[in-house]
């Protein structure tokens, strides 16, 4: 159980600061006298970092092991906090998102420990459930910790979390043993972050997976990044409702995954119909986002909310499921998409908010909706192709 525990608290404290920094940092950058492009860049520069370390840390977990990976993640989680805790200038809360950036791969190393020590599917979603769970408690508690904390001082909740993240790396190294136990020393490890993702996608099993997750990757870091803005500037809601709205998000995430999904959704529909059912209500909710009446609003983000918590738990179950004893590197890889998409997601969404404040929602309304159509297309050609095979198998059977 301990072992799970430093699983666990890794993933919360890498949402936690999430939690903290989504509604509360345009409004503290703002104090530095920069642009809302500025403050989107500070989300980018995390991803862009992100994108090249998640893979080579996936493909290193797989080589050498989950447990080192893990340790030196978790200490610069804890570094790249400390930083931008003790920041004096816009120069240094870059590169504290910098520093963490490049411990972002931790969160697929960590799905790959709970997969590594899964006995069967249903339990290898089921912890992949738990990381869910947690990402969603933690939405709940970080914006209320970042408006509490910063009552004392605006910094103080990002040395809470550089503090949190230290006493995690001393108790990993401690408690956390090895799951990965084939390790694989002949595998050559790239440090193009391009070249795993490029291999990955060449693989026809993996290249549909790959793009949706991109598509959900855009939608998703264009609206986290502007969100703050976007309520100051449609409804004039300031930092503190931010956080509310954040809070409401994660209780969503929590009831959804630790409870809907081992209870109702795995048991009655298919992973595959969930894929696309949820894409459509992920983009449907994004379009109503774009309404400047609150109750379409919120109703808009219940649906965004919804649909995520399930998207993302089921569609890194269908991945791991298909990656055998490359997990590590399949993960990182997926990760590393992620990442790309946080690049672009944030920047865009800048642009577009400049140019109208509904069109990052539109915008990414419409990206889901694409993503649909691929995962629809996709069915029908998997349901096409049981129905010749069913054919074939009745007569070999004859």
Not at 233 to 254: C, L, P
Not at 260 to 287: C, N, Q, S, Y
């Amino acid at each position: 159980m301990n072992k799970k525990f430093v699983i666990i608290a890794t993933v919360f404290i890498d949402v936690l600061g999430m939690g903290i920094i989504i509604p509360t940092l345009p409004f503290y950058v703002e104090s530095f006298g920069v642009s809302a492009f500025t403050i989107t860049m500070l989300f980018s520069v995390f991803a862009f970092f992100s994108f090249f370390s998640a893979p080579i840390i996936g493909s290193w977990s797989d080589k050498i092991g989950r447990r080192p990976v893990m340790i030196l993640s978790i200490c610069s989680t804890a570094l790249g906090w400390l930083v931008f805790a003790s920041a004096h200038s816009i120069l240094f809360l870059f590169i504290g998102r910098i520093i963490d950036g490049l411990a972002a791969g931790n969160f697929s190393t960590a799905q790959s420990y709970l997969t590594d020590i899964a006995k069967n599917e249903q339990e290898r979603t089921k912890n992949l459930g738990i990381i869910g769970a947690v990402f969603g408690t933690a939405f709940v508690l970080g914006p209320a910790i970042g408006g509490l904390l910063s009552q004392v001082s605006p910094t103080f909740p990002f040395w809470f979390v550089g503090a949190l993240a230290t006493l995690n790396a001393i108790n990993a190294y401690f408690n956390l043993p090895e799951s990965h136990l084939n390790k694989n020393s002949e595998h050559r490890i790239s440090l193009n972050p391009l070249a795993p993702i490029i291999r990955i996608v060449k693989e026809k099993k993996f290249l549909i997976s790959f793009i949706v997750w991109f598509l959900f990757g855009l939608a998703v870091s264009m609206q986290q990044s502007i969100f703050a803005l976007y309520l100051d500037k449609v409804f004039n809601y300031g930092a503190s409702a931010a956080g509310i709205f954040m809070t409401a998000v994660g209780v969503i995430i929590i009831l959804n995954q630790a409870w809907l999904l081992p209870k109702f959704w795995l048991k009655k529909f298919k992973e595959r119909d969930l894929e696309i059912f949820m894409t459509a209500v992920f983009a449907i909710g994004f379009l109503l986002s774009a309404s400047s009446s609150l109750s379409v609003f919120i109703f808009g983000l219940l649906g965004i909310t919804f649909a995520q918590s399930v998207l993302r738990v089921v569609f890194t179950s269908q991945i791991a499921g298909q990656s055998g004893d490359r997990k590590g590197e399949i993960l990182g890889a997926l990760t590393g998409m992620m990442s790309l998409a946080m690049i672009i997601g944030p920047l865009t969404a800048g642009a577009l908010f400049t140019t109208h404040h509904t069109w990052p929602f539109i915008i990414s309304g419409l990206l889901s909706l694409i993503a649909f159509v691929i995962l629809y297309q996709q069915r029908r050609q998997l349901t096409k192709f049981d129905q010749t095979i069913q054919p074939l198998n009745d007569q070999t059977i004859v």
